[in-house]
T-cell receptor, first 113, second 111 residues
Framework: DTGVSQNPRHKITKRGQNVTFRCDPISEHNRLYWYRQTLGQGPEFLTYFQNEAQLEKSRLLSDRFSAERPKGSFSTLEIQRTEQGDSAMYLC???????????FGPGTRLTVL | EDKVVQSPLSLVVHEGDTVTLNCSYEVTNFRSLLWYKQEKKAPTFLFMLTSSGIEKKSGRLSSILDKKELSSILNITATQTGDSAIYLCATLIQGAQKLVFGQGTRLTINP
């Protein structure tokens, strides 16, 4: 499978714990995006990388959230001191430098108890 | 603030019916409009529209953009139960790479 992959697919954690998600984009894609989707809503943009550079961050990305893409390939999204309001589906997408079509991964569903 | 609104939010029809889903947008520096289909997992790409008045087609699905009215429609003819999904509309803005999504339309096709 050469699509976008995300791990884990599901994560249940207790409030106050830290969690980290991983995204592996399509191999030739240099752009990588993180979105968050809650029930009944469309995805909301969190952050965007071009290669290893984080070029755009949403105001939704509080100081408890940090994203990295150290070698311009896979990316990680870490949430520190999780809150119940962080429960959502976290989607990763990637795109090539030649067009704007973003391909989405299957998502990581986070439940904070 | 950039905004995308979809209607209806929910639609239930019978197999074989034709449906029209609506998307309107208020964004600065519009670049493109995209439609995605989301079943129980990741959104899958359907269409990207940049030019007004040019219809994009793929099988029973088609979409058109009206830049004057700041809107787009997605048509599905001869619907099948496999068309049941959430349909998401999103805009891409000049100078930015993020997609701004609407809330989605939940389409249910009953046999």
């Amino acid at each position: 499978d050469t699509g976008v992959s995300q791990n884990p697919r599901h994560k249940i954690t207790k409030r106050g714990q830290n969690v980290t998600f991983r995204c592996d984009p399509i191999s030739e894609h240099n752009r990588l995006y993180w979105y968050r989707q809650t029930l009944g809503q469309g995805p909301e943009f969190l952050t965007y990388f071009q290669n290893e550079a984080q070029l755009e961050k949403s105001r939704l990305l509080s100081d408890r959230f940090s994203a990295e893409r150290p070698k311009g390939s896979f990316s990680t999204l870490e949430i520190q001191r999780t809150e119940q309001g962080d429960s959502a589906m976290y989607l990763c997408a990637s795109s090539s430098p030649f067009d704007n079509e973003q391909f989405f991964g299957p998502g990581t569903r986070l439940t904070v108890l | 603030e950039d905004k995308v609104v979809q209607s209806p939010l929910s639609l239930v029809v019978h197999e074989g019916d034709t449906v029209t889903l609506n998307c309107s947008y208020e964004v600065t520096n519009f670049r493109s409009l995209l439609w995605y289909k989301q079943e129980k997992k990741a959104p899958t790409f359907l269409f990207m529209l940049t030019s007004s008045g040019i219809e994009k087609k793929s099988g029973r699905l088609s979409s058109i953009l009206d830049k004057k009215e700041l809107s787009s429609i997605l048509n599905i003819t001869a619907t099948q139960t496999g068309d049941s999904a959430i349909y998401l509309c999103a805009t891409l803005i000049q100078g930015a790479q993020k997609l701004v999504f609407g809330q989605g339309t939940r389409l249910t096709i009953n046999p």
